[in-house]
T-cell receptor, first 114, second 114 residues
Framework: AQSVTQPDIHITVSEGASLELRCNYS??????LFWYVQSPGQGLQLLLKYFSGDTLVQGIKGFEAEFKRSQSSFNLRKPSVHWSDAAEYFCAVAASGGSYIPTFGRGTSLIVHP | NAGVTQTPKFQVLKTGQSMTLQCAQDMNHEYMSWYRQDPGMGLRLIHYSVGAGITDQGEVPNGYNVSRSTTEDFPLRLLSAAPSQTSVYFC?????????????FGPGTRLTVL
């Protein structure tokens, strides 16, 4: 079974600074990978996903993520953070063969200082 | 196009009471899922459905029942509420299996069991 780890519970950055949120997965083959964002009091919204092809994936709101097979990672990045990016971010992984049920990480809370 | 709707938004129950959380989607998605979100635990899958008349258990199914009589609706039933079921519940839908496609989430139901 697949698993996913988000090592950072909280990340604090200043507005305008760059951001990287870490995600590590465990799965024998190439997984399906997702990043979702949850604003306070809201449901989750997809930022981006990776299934195959180019390992650098562009998403909405200026986010990108890079799939690194050798490191089993799918880190989320943004070059310049806005105050509206303050939210909870979830990485999810699904097996590319099997039931395709996604497993979510525990989330990283992003705090943005003005 | 309302997307995924959930009712109620908030609910307080006493131990032993039963209730149904409603979920509906208007996107003609075959796949629907129920998750619970607890602090520090991320999202955990309770039950899911791959189409009308077909449901299956997720990671934490105990104490919950589901049915899928139509494509649009996927209610979650708590048979005898327990304090351990205090959580935020999210319904999600997708055109393809949740691990291979974008999942669309409802706004959530915050349930407190006293």
């Amino acid at each position: 079974a697949q698993s996913v780890t988000q090592p950072d519970i909280h990340i604090t950055v200043s507005e305008g600074a760059s951001l990287e949120l870490r995600c590590n997965y465990s799965y024998g083959a190439t997984p399906y990978l997702f990043w979702y964002v949850q604003s306070p009091g809201q449901g989750l919204q997809l930022l981006l996903k990776y299934f195959s092809g180019d390992t650098l994936v562009q998403g909405i709101k200026g986010f990108e993520a890079e799939f690194k097979r050798s490191q089993s990672s799918f880190n989320l990045r943004k070059p310049s953070v806005h105050w509206s990016d303050a939210a909870e971010y979830f990485c999810a992984v699904a097996a590319s063969g099997g039931s395709y049920i996604p497993t979510f990480g525990r989330g990283t809370s992003l705090i943005v200082h003005p | 196009n309302a997307g995924v709707t959930q009712t109620p938004k908030f609910q307080v129950l006493k131990t032993g009471q039963s209730m149904t959380l409603q979920c509906a989607q208007d996107m003609n998605h075959e796949y629907m899922s129920w998750y619970r979100q607890d602090p520090g635990m991320g999202l955990r899958l309770i039950h899911y459905s791959v189409g009308a008349g077909i449901t299956d258990q997720g990671e934490v199914p105990n104490g919950y029942n589901v049915s899928r009589s139509t494509t649009e609706d996927f209610p979650l039933r708590l048979l005898s509420a327990a304090p351990s079921q205090t959580s935020v519940y999210f319904c999600a839908s997708s055109y393809l299996a949740g691990g291979t496609d974008t999942q669309y989430f409802g706004p959530g139901t915050r349930l407190t069991v006293l």
